[in-house]
């Protein structure tokens, strides 16, 4: 639509004033911006009955890594080497854990081909669900993390109470306008001056998207396994105040006295951190 042009190309010129789409529709139809910052989706009958099916067949006294590895456009997707690192080492480092690849049915095929990348026993903790949007949502429900791009699943999963995400937001993904309308959730960014591009520009290597190189696998996981180990994910800036990373922005979403999403780096920010934890 023009609206939505209007929004991608032109407001995107004010980088340092561009507000989270939710917000800006909200207001447009005059919704109260205080006390309605939480997504609400309701489960259905028959979603319940297949993902709790999966569950007692394969999940059982594990916690559930929900990951959803593809995205509508290519150059927002991590990569199947990427996910294949990041699925290893936190298999490798929790034995109570279990990681789910979520997809489309359509998808199936792109699932299977990253779960036989994974060997070994840990593979037996790798599972795929590729179901309907309706069971995807009570599976999140039952999920300890969701590892996703900027995709719908992300957004459905703001509306699974406590659920911590953390956000890969890679080539056209702008943090700013769709980054995930939760608090407390984590997102990873290039430091690249070109991040984000625009939908239809095209990277110069395609193959192999340096934004999407500069989010290691190792990082992702030091934020999943600090998860994990049942720290709030609130505090999660203590672990990343000190430290001033070349190639990544990590950033924690929170909401305005105003009731506005915004999205805060937590890099090097010690001074910052400090002042808080005294209040």
Not at 54 to 65: E, P, T, W
Not at 122 to 141: G, K, Y
Not at 194 to 208: F, I, K, L, V
Request: with cysteine.
């Amino acid at each position: 639509s023009s609206w939505f042009r209007y929004l991608n190309d032109y407001e995107s010129i004010r980088k340092q004033s561009v507000f989270n789409y939710i917000d800006v529709f909200k207001r447009a139809v005059l919704v109260n911006p205080n006390g309605y910052n939480k997504i609400y989706l309701k489960e259905s009958v028959k979603g319940i009955l297949l993902a709790d099916g999966f569950i007692k067949a394969n999940l059982i006294g594990k916690s559930i890594v929900s990951i959803q590895v593809l995205t509508s456009e290519e150059k927002k997707n991590w990569g199947a080497e990427n996910f294949k690192e990041l699925i290893e080492s936190i298999l490798l480092e929790n034995e109570n854990v279990a990681c789910v690849l979520l997809g489309a049915p359509n998808e199936i095929d792109y699932l299977r081909n990253l779960k036989n990348l994974v060997k070994g026993p840990i593979a037996d903790r790798l599972h795929i669900f590729a179901e309907s949007l309706s069971a995807t949502f009570t599976l999140l429900n039952h999920s300890q993390i969701l590892i996703t791009g900027d995709t719908s699943i992300k957004h459905m999963g703001a509306a699974v109470d406590n659920l911590p995400i953390i956000e890969l937001s890679i080539g056209s993904s702008h943090l700013k306008k769709t980054g995930v309308y939760v608090k407390d959730a984590v997102i990873l960014q290039a430091k690249r001056s070109c991040a984000p591009c625009g939908h239809d520009n095209t990277c110069e290597n395609q193959q192999s998207l340096a934004c999407r190189q500069d989010i290691a696998p190792k990082l992702v996981t030091k934020i999943a396994n600090y998860i994990l180990g049942g720290s709030p994910v609130k505090k999660i800036e203590k672990i990343f105040a000190s430290e001033n990373l070349l190639s990544t922005e990590v950033y924690l979403t929170e909401f305005t006295g105003y009731g506005l999403w915004f999205a805060t780096s937590i890099c090097g920010q010690q001074d910052i951190v400090n002042e808080k934890l005294n209040q």
